[in-house]
């Protein structure tokens, strides 16, 4: 499990994480982001554990992937990509960052109205 920065939100019951993956408290609102700090998302269009993010898409929202020897932590599991790399997915959906983020700036929330803000 991920080191988490806490203090209110201390009292909730915070899910289990991957390494690749930590929670902080932002304006009361607890965020999933990469370990370079780089906020996570999810993707509408993706099904059934399966990324339909590819090729271009894939530039512009670069998947989260698992670093090596990644196993299941909680409701994180890997699903392979058709480039052979592994990819996080929560609760059955592939994650991803956005390429105009920067850490603690967050920008793709909402874009397409199909990107969304990853949440537990």
Same mark, same amino acid.
């Not at 994480?17 to 993706?46: C, H, K, N, Q, W």
């Not at 998947?63 to 699903?79: N, Q």
């Given at each position: 499990?991920?080191?988490?920065? *806490?203090?209110?939100?201390?009292?909730? *019951?915070?899910?289990?994480?991957?390494?690749?993956?930590?929670?902080? +408290? +932002?304006?009361?609102?607890?965020?999933?982001?990469?370990? +370079?700090?780089?906020?996570?998302?999810?993707?509408?269009?993706?099904?059934?554990?399966?990324?339909?993010?590819?090729?271009?898409?894939?530039?512009?929202?670069?998947?989260?992937?698992?670093?090596?020897?990644?196993?299941?932590?909680?409701?994180?599991?890997?699903?392979?990509?058709?480039?052979?790399?592994?990819?996080?997915?929560?609760?059955?959906?592939?994650?991803?960052?956005?390429?105009?983020?920067?850490?603690?700036?967050?920008?793709?929330?909402?874009?397409?109205?199909?990107?969304?803000?990853?949440?537990?």
């Amino acid at each position: 499990m991920s080191n988490r920065k *806490t203090s209110s939100a201390a009292a909730l *019951t915070l899910p289990p994480t991957p390494v690749d993956i930590s929670l902080f +408290e +932002e304006g009361g609102v607890i965020a999933m982001r990469t370990a +370079e700090g780089l906020a996570v998302y999810r993707y509408d269009r993706d099904v059934d554990g399966k990324s339909n993010c590819i090729d271009a898409c894939s530039r512009e929202w670069p998947p989260v992937l698992a670093s090596g020897g990644a196993r299941r932590v909680g409701d994180w599991i890997t699903i392979k990509r058709s480039d052979d790399t592994l990819q996080w997915t929560y609760r059955g959906k592939p994650v991803y960052t956005f390429a105009h983020d920067v850490p603690g700036r967050t920008q793709g929330d909402g874009v397409g109205g199909v990107w969304h803000l990853l949440t537990p």
